[in-house]
């Protein structure tokens, strides 16, 4: 039996195609995202204690069942980090191994560097340092712009930022209502 020849393809997007990025594209996310969540494991649960006063005072009408899930524990924050960091090294194993080209790997790396951004935003808003902030204009942003770069020079496209924008509260929410979950549970103690 003979096989038919391979035929060539201009799409670099097509599994198979020529070019791709770099593994160290790839893996770079998940280093980036973990240099982030270092500094959001140390700060977030004692920032949320001392920020939920000054914010309730500051916003008198919303309601107390926001501020008592914006206050977070310890355990919670290590659970839903970690939860995070599932999803981000699939996505990372997943551009090393299409070389950048899995839309779910195009679309984590799109949607982290608007994460900085948010983060910045949120400080600004706060008036103040908020957890991931620091690491946002120092990591996360350049890191991002570097990988997207790679990605375009490779001709592929970064995921939409509206898709991202819209996802984005749907992982962060679906995380840390697991994480809730878990620790009131018991599963996770801390």
């Known amino acids: 039996m003979t096989r038919a020849p391979r035929r060539k393809t201009s799409d670099p997007t097509a599994a198979g195609g020529a070019g791709g990025v770099p593994a160290a594209v790839s893996w770079g996310l998940f280093a980036a995202w973990a240099a982030n969540d270092i500094e959001e494991i140390l700060t977030m649960a004692p920032w949320s204690r001392a920020a939920v ?21 310890q355990p919670h924050v290590n659970t839903a980090i970690g939860l995070m960091a599932l999803l981000m090294a699939a996505a990372a194993a997943d551009g090393a ?13 799109t949607g982290f560097g608007l994460h ?7 400080a600004a808003a706060y008036r103040g340092y908020t957890p991931g902030v620091a690491t946002s ?20 496209q970064p995921a939409s930022p509206v898709l991202c924008l819209a996802l984005f509260p749907v992982a ?13 549970s018991g599963v996770v103690m801390g």
């Open 116 to 122: 900085g951004l948010v983060h910045m935003a949120q």
């Open 137 to 156: 204009p120092t990591i996360v942003i350049p890191y991002s712009i570097w990988a997207l770069t790679h990605l375009r020079r490779a001709g592929l």
């Open 53 to 73: 006063p000054r914010l309730r005072a500051r916003f008198p009408r919303v309601p107390d069942r926001v501020w008592s899930r914006m206050e977070v524990t």
């Open 172 to 184: 962060t929410g679906a995380v840390h209502t697991l994480a809730r979950r878990l620790t009131k």
């Open 97 to 109: 191994r299409t070389r950048g080209r899995s839309a779910f790997f195009r679309t984590a790396l």
